[in-house]
């Protein structure tokens, strides 16, 4: 069997790496800190996601990926040449042919700017796929079909919503509001609501344990601490699962919207099949709780989270190469 096919999703919060045979080999932040005096990396992934916010003045932690596009080129290149020694190992004598997974609403220059990095990496073949169509692939969708399929794609930078049916996208919009904008809403709604300063990686603790995005019968409780901005002294607050459906009220209602101007753009058949089966949704923002119920309130269509929402569009996109190379002795 042969590794050399690798898929990556180059994702704004992680980035994961698919090996055909293997699955998903790595999945780290996608963060790299580095020394601003030497122009030295530091640190890749999650050694470097432990050093936001608690970095001395010479060293920056950032991401060189701004909602799902480079905004940092050349980190950008050193980054995916480290993940993906790290995930083939040196040894790989072939150099590989990787997929990797961009925004449905990426420009030509962008697809391109990805593109040169992945081939500057190492790659011996390119092939760049958009999020939802890998995204529905990794659900377990088979997209070859004439059926129409909703995917909701909400990762860390950009939500791509997309119907698609033959194996390409009949409708799609992508929004830069995603998991971050989630992380942001709750920042903001800190400051606003008890003049409490907390860091990024608290506001995703509180998303992610008692975060919602639709009123639960049962109220969650979490203890937050902060820097308080008017007497600059660290404080500790209980904050509660309604009010963060307060916080990421916006966010979430523009997702919506965005799903309801894509259903009202789908051509009528499409539509039928898209109330028979649902609306798939996928990605590391879809594990917010309540979005499931939030959207067939707003839309009266079922909605169900794929089952690994984090890993689908990693397994999508490396699969995506054995379906463009027609693979059939050893698919899967």
Not at 17 to 25: A, E, N
Not at 278 to 297: H, K, P, Q
């Amino acid at each position: 069997m042969n590794y050399s096919d690798v898929g990556i999703d180059l994702g704004t919060a992680s980035i994961l790496v698919y090996i055909k045979g293997k699955g998903v080999v790595l999945k780290e932040p996608s963060v790299v800190a580095f020394d601003r005096d030497t122009n030295k990396i530091k640190a890749i992934g999650e050694d470097a996601r432990l050093m936001i916010g608690r970095t001395p003045g010479n060293i920056v932690a950032v991401r060189p990926l701004r909602q799902g596009v480079i905004s940092n080129y050349t980190v950008t290149e050193q980054m995916m040449k480290y993940f993906i020694v790290k995930a083939m190992g040196r040894k790989s004598f072939r150099k590989p042919r990787i997929a990797v997974c961009v925004p449905s609403g990426v420009t030509e220059v962008e697809k391109k700017a990805v593109e040169d990095a992945t081939y500057q990496a190492g790659a011996r073949e390119v092939a760049i796929i958009e999020e939802p169509i890998a995204a529905a692939i990794g659900a377990g969708i088979d997209i070859s079909k004439p059926q129409g399929n909703m995917i909701v794609d909400i990762g860390g930078g950009t939500t791509d919503v997309a119907v698609i049916s033959l194996g390409g996208t009949v409708e799609s919009a992508s929004i830069k509001i995603a998991g971050d904008d989630f992380d942001e809403a709750i920042v903001r709604y800190m400051r606003r609501k008890y003049n409490l300063l907390v860091g990024d990686r608290t506001a995703e603790d509180i998303k992610i344990n008692i975060g919602t995005a639709f009123k639960r019968a049962e109220v969650d409780y979490m203890d937050v601490r902060g820097r308080n901005l008017i007497t600059g002294l660290p404080e500790t607050i209980r904050v509660s699962s309604d009010e963060t459906q307060e916080a990421l009220k916006e966010a979430t209602t523009q997702i919506l919207d965005t799903i309801c101007a894509v259903l009202e753009k789908t051509p009528p058949e499409l539509a039928g099949d898209i109330v028979d089966r649902g609306i798939v949704l996928t990605g590391g923002g879809a594990m917010l709780r309540g979005l499931e119920e939030l959207i067939e309130e707003r839309t009266h269509i079922n909605t169900m989270t794929a089952d690994e929402p984090m890993t689908c569009v990693a397994i999508g996109t490396g699969r995506y190469i054995e379906f463009l190379a027609g693979y059939n002795e050893d698919a899967g």
